[in-house]
């Protein structure tokens, strides 16, 4: 099995984590990587920047419509909900869910319908249980679901909900998350799962 696309949701203590996560990346790595962050609706590009003095790989906010490329880590957009289409990115203005816009739920179940066994979900430290749902949502439709250990989360509700939800999820240490995502078999495409639906 090969994956084809990793999407990120984190709340409170995100930006650390982020920060780990996508410095503990390897400056060649061929996957897309969708980060969605709790923030601010009037939050701007500070978020990419903070996360680009920390990797090689190229950081982006995402703007409606735009393709989803190998080699870049995208940050999804403050006050939007983020879906993931079949080889680009849409926006939306739908109403908050669990009062967050956006939603890791939303982009996790748009990345699940989307790319199917090729979908790699991974939930960090948060306060609510938003990824849950979706991250339930990747396994059903054959992926990849992974999730910060508790213990090492600044909030452990968020990882602690989607432990619940999804009893086989992969659960590391904040640390030990990249290296792992490293070494999982990857197309370095991004093709979303056509027939596989």
């Known amino acids: 099995m090969a994956f084809e696309i990793i999407v990120v949701g984190t709340s409170w203590g995100g930006l650390h984590a982020l920060r780990t996560l996508v410095g503990g990346l390897p ?5 897309p990587v969708v980060l969605i962050q709790h923030r601010h609706r009037e939050s701007n590009y500070f978020l990419s920047s903070l996360l680009q003095e920390r990797t090689r790989l190229n950081v982006c906010e995402i703007e409606d419509k735009s393709p989803i490329e190998v080699g870049n880590v995208y ?10 289409e079949d080889d680009h990115f849409s926006l939306s203005l739908d109403e908050p869910e669990r ?8 982009t996790f179940s748009s990345a699940a319908d989307s790319y199917g066994t090729g979908a790699v979900g991974v939930v960090l430290t948060g306060a609510n249980a938003d990824g849950a749902r979706g ?17 090492s989360a600044e909030s452990p509700a ?3 909900a989607a432990i619940a939800a999804t009893p086989g999820a992969r ?9 792992f995502l490293a070494t999982l078999p990857m197309t370095g495409t991004a093709s979303p799962m056509d027939d596989r639906r």
């Not at 400056?27 to 996957?31: A, E, G, K, S, T």
């Not at 659960?171 to 290296?179: D, K, M, R, S, W």
């Open 75 to 84: 940050v999804a957009p403050a006050d939007y909900h983020l879906l993931v």
């Open 99 to 106: 009062f967050s816009r956006p939603s890791i739920d939303v």
């Open 135 to 151: 991250l339930r949502r990747i396994v059903d439709r054959g992926g990849l679901a992974i999730v910060q250990d508790p213990a």
């Open 27 to 31: 400056p060649d790595y061929r996957v």
């Open 171 to 179: 659960v590391f240490p904040l640390g030990e998350i990249a290296p």
């Open 158 to 160: 968020m990882p602690a």
